[in-house]
T-cell receptor, first 113, second 111 residues
Framework: KAGVTQTPRYLIKTRGQQVTLSCSPISGHRSVSWYQQTPGQGLQFLFEYFSETQRNKGNFPGRFSGRQFSNSRSEMNVSTLELGDSALYLC????????????FGNGTRLTVT | QKEVEQDPGPLSVPEGAIVSLNCTYSNSAFQYFMWYRQYSRKGPELLMYTYSSGNKEDGRFTAQVDKSSKYISLFIRDSQPSDSATYLCAMWGNTGNQFYFGTGTSLTVIP
């Protein structure tokens, strides 16, 4: 079974731009979650989508948004990029139960200059 | 206070040693406990998934949960250089309906 696929692997953007990251979950998984990982803060929860609906949201500003499509694929968008948005963005999928373990992709490394 | 506390290390051990990695937590509502391994430039990989107190063994890995002390551990027996990675603990409880992660412990196993 193919794992979670994230594209692109690396991105370099300029402050003020916007960016869209993509995630394809494991086949059959209906839940997709997004996390931001930085050396100082560890993994911070952004949001979770289940059956195209946002089921849960972390404490990030409205510049961070996401969506999920009918095939469970998900995208995350960050608008008006700031230097502090530089991080590894991880997508994780699960079968759908709230406590089902997460299976992560290899992430998108975003650098904002 | 953070929901989950994890010593960042770094931890360096000789090959063959027994490694003990630990996390403490403050929320007694946490019911499910996980350990992930993350290699450099990769995403976290699920190692162990446990519910409630007690031990769970999988090969060289043993996960231990002590809910009364709000303390979880991961033991690695006969450690190998390929075990060199960052280990993350994670927990889930129906408070907030989300997973809470430790910041990770960096482990190096020296041949």
């Amino acid at each position: 079974k193919a794992g979670v696929t994230q594209t692109p692997r690396y991105l370099i953007k300029t402050r003020g731009q916007q960016v869209t990251l993509s995630c394809s979950p494991i086949s059959g998984h209906r839940s997709v979650s997004w996390y931001q990982q930085t050396p100082g803060q560890g993994l911070q929860f952004l949001f979770e989508y289940f059956s195209e609906t946002q089921r849960n949201k972390g404490n990030f500003p409205g510049r961070f948004s996401g969506r999920q499509f009918s095939n469970s694929r998900s995208e995350m968008n960050v608008s008006t990029l700031e230097l502090g948005d530089s991080a590894l963005y991880l997508c994780a999928s699960s079968s759908g139960g709230s406590n089902s373990p997460l299976h992560f992709g290899n992430g998108t490394r975003l650098t904002v200059t | 206070q953070k929901e989950v506390e994890q010593d960042p290390g770094p931890l360096s051990v000789p090959e063959g040693a027994i490694v003990s990695l630990n996390c403490t937590y403050s929320n007694s509502a946490f019911q499910y406990f996980m350990w992930y391994r993350q290699y450099s430039r990769k995403g976290p990989e699920l190692l162990m998934y446990t519910y409630s107190s007690g031990n769970k063994e999988d090969g060289r890995f043993t996960a231990q949960v002590d809910k009364s002390s709000k303390y979880i551990s991961l033991f690695i027996r006969d450690s190998q250089p390929s075990d060199s990675a960052t280990y993350l603990c994670a927990m889930w409880g129906n408070t907030g309906n989300q997973f809470y992660f430790g910041t990770g412990t960096s482990l190096t196993v020296i041949p």
